[in-house]
């Protein structure tokens, strides 16, 4: 029996300029960190391919890194198309990356992303809000 194809995951994250979408899938894919990188221009794109040996089965993790930058933003939504996952991310120590994610980025995902996707954003921003207010107290 030969083996099982990897499925495939289209995995974007979003949010502002400088809160760390690099760094994060820098650590992750390549176990490295840099304190400095320059803005991604429009999006970058990387795969991990990871063994799940409980289902016997790969996952190959197709990962889109998008600019946070306004002038790219109208580019970004290419990226929900289709995505499987899509990760907000903003630093903690920028309340205003933050508000971002609720004035801008999760209605740019529910307008142009898969709608399944979009059915967890309720329970996801819950817990962001309630993260980021507790770790400002």
């Given at each position: 029996?030969?083996?099982?194809?990897?499925?495939?995951l289209k995995v974007?994250?979003?949010?502002?300029?400088?809160?760390?979408?690099t760094s994060i899938i820098?650590?992750?894919t390549s176990d490295t960190f840099s304190a400095v990188l320059t803005a991604t221009p429009g999006a970058s794109f990387t795969t991990k391919t990871v063994y799940l040996k409980e289902f016997d089965r790969s996952i190959k993790f197709e990962i889109w890194d998008t600019a946070g930058q306004e002038r790219y933003r109208a580019l970004?939504?290419?990226?929900?198309?289709?995505?499987?996952?899509c990760i907000l991310v903003y630093d903690i120590c920028r309340k205003e990356s933050f508000d971002e994610l609720k004035k801008y980025w999760i209605n740019e995902i529910k307008a142009?992303?898969?709608?399944?996707?979009?059915?967890?954003?309720?329970?996801?921003?819950s817990f962001l809000f309630y993260s980021f207010c507790?770790?400002?107290e």
């Amino acid at each position: 029996m030969g083996e099982k194809e990897a499925l495939q995951l289209k995995v974007v994250l979003v949010g502002e300029s400088g809160v760390g979408k690099t760094s994060i899938i820098n650590r992750y894919t390549s176990d490295t960190f840099s304190a400095v990188l320059t803005a991604t221009p429009g999006a970058s794109f990387t795969t991990k391919t990871v063994y799940l040996k409980e289902f016997d089965r790969s996952i190959k993790f197709e990962i889109w890194d998008t600019a946070g930058q306004e002038r790219y933003r109208a580019l970004a939504k290419v990226f929900y198309k289709n995505a499987g996952v899509c990760i907000l991310v903003y630093d903690i120590c920028r309340k205003e990356s933050f508000d971002e994610l609720k004035k801008y980025w999760i209605n740019e995902i529910k307008a142009n992303a898969n709608p399944n996707l979009c059915n967890l954003f309720s329970l996801i921003y819950s817990f962001l809000f309630y993260s980021f207010c507790y770790r400002c107290e």
